[in-house]
């Protein structure tokens, strides 16, 4: 997986994203105004033009974006193989499911208890079959033409048809990678600790 994003940065797919994310936001902070002045009605030409061109904004640029994921896919296959992106994203989806579980269940009680978080990145994870139905549903499920990404059938099969260079398979962890792994993950916590209510 760290393939496919350097993948994103050889193909400087990072450079200038930001202005369609603000032209985004900007489109919807402005509708919210005129919700919130009751402007959003069906005979009011601006709110119907701005929900027009949202709707084409958004075609296009998620379409634009599920081309780069493609593109960035296939720098990662092409180095390390089809097999090994597919064996890469399934981890990626499973542990995104399991950190959201166990996230969500230990912000809900610390809150209750009126403690501070435990770092969320070093909590236990167990067999859990909420956790098994959300992944097998994320890497089930099938692109719309919202999607940002392509879904991951569609980038198995596609990553499928790629030459790879068969590199040799690298050991270790990404955890590995990091300097301090402790500082971080408490960082990022207190980050979360902060934006929770009261």
């Not at 994310?21 to 919210?32: P, S, T």
């Not at 601006?46 to 929900?51: D, G, K, M, T, Y």
């Not at 068969?166 to 990404?174: A, D, K």
Request: glycine share 4%; charged share 25%; net charge neutral.
């Amino acid at each position: 997986m760290l393939a496919h994003e350097y993948g994103h940065f050889s193909h400087r797919d990072t450079a200038g994203g930001d202005v369609a994310l603000r032209v985004n936001q900007d489109m919807i902070k402005f509708a919210h105004a005129m919700a919130m002045h009751r402007q959003n009605v069906n005979w009011n030409a601006a709110f119907q033009f701005l929900r027009l061109y949202h709707f084409i904004f958004r075609r296009l640029s998620h379409g634009a974006t599920r081309l780069q994921e493609v593109l960035a896919d296939r720098v990662a296959a092409a180095k390390f193989g089809a097999d090994a992106f597919e064996q890469g994203l399934r981890h990626v989806i499973r542990k995104s499911a399991e950190f959201e579980f166990v996230a969500n269940k230990e912000i809900r009680e610390s809150a209750s208890a009126r403690r501070a978080l435990m770092n969320l990145y070093e909590l236990e994870t167990t067999a859990n079959p909420d956790v098994d139905a959300k992944a097998d549903e994320a890497l089930n499920r099938v692109t719309s033409e919202d999607d940002t990404h392509p879904c991951p059938t569609d980038r198995f099969r596609l990553t499928k048809k790629i030459l790879s260079q068969s590199e040799p398979p690298i050991s270790g962890m990404v955890w590995d990678l990091f300097q301090n792994r402790a500082a971080l993950t408490l960082e990022m916590t207190t980050t979360i600790q902060a934006r929770m209510p009261g």
